[in-house]
């Protein structure tokens, strides 16, 4: 679609902090440093709408942008950073399993792992997790211009396996190349266009 406004509106920690124009939501999850930023910037046109959250130590929140007035991006945070605090790290669970579990307006999470590695235990949990409770997610494998092109099927193979995913469901992504942006609005669209 054509961006023609994206706005930071809020950040949250509880349902009280959410916004409340009913407007369609799409979540975007990963472990930090996975590049969940960069691909959310990509997909909007926008350099630095989103900044890259995980300073170690940071209080953990939802963030929300509002899109074209009609539908919401919510970059939750990063997991899986060694260097969190205990305390803070012990937060993301409770935080993002509430909205998830309540949120009526979220249409669907874009998971984004690395194309690089298989799928770590953390990506496997939330994936698992995800499914157990039907949420529609999409899963991304992002990084793809550090592989090599022969390598790449292999990679998203094993993915595929391991997420227990057919391996044409899996969008290969590189916010470095852009390649992926169109496949992925394709998924999209259906979740904000109700
Ligand atoms: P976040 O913590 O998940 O939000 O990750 P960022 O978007 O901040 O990206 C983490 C690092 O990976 C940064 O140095 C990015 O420049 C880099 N990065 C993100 N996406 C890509 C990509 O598709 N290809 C390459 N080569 N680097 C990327």
Redesign the pocket.
């Known amino acids: 679609p054509v961006i023609r406004s994206a706005e930071y509106v809020t950040s949250a920690v509880a349902p009280q902090g959410y916004p409340q124009e009913g407007l369609p939501e799409v979540a975007f999850a990963?472990?930090?440093?996975?590049?969940?930023?960069?691909?959310?910037?990509i997909l909007l046109g926008r350099k630095k709408l989103?900044?890259?959250?995980?300073t170690p130590g940071r209080t953990q929140t939802l963030n929300f942008f509002r899109i074209n007035d009609a539908f919401v991006f919510v970059d939750l945070p990063?997991y899986g950073y060694a260097k969190v605090p205990p305390e803070i790290r012990k937060q993301w669970g409770p935080m993002v399993e509430q909205y998830l579990t309540t949120r009526r307006e979220l249409a669907g999470l874009v998971h984004?792992m690395d194309l690089r590695h298989p799928p770590t235990a953390d990506d496997l949990q939330l994936w698992n997790w995800l499914q157990s409770h039907g949420l529609h997610a999409v899963p991304v494998l992002?990084?793809?211009?550090?592989v090599p092109r022969s390598k790449r099927l292999p990679h998203a193979q094993a993915a595929s396996r391991l997420l227990g995913v057919a391996v044409t469901d899996i969008v290969l992504?590189?916010?470095?190349?852009r390649e992926g942006v169109e496949a992925l609005w394709a998924r999209l669209l259906p979740w904000i266009q109700q």
């Open positions: 990963g472990r930090s440093n996975v590049g969940k930023s960069s691909l959310i910037n989103v900044r890259t959250s995980a990063g984004i992002t990084k793809a211009d550090k992504f590189s916010a470095t190349t």
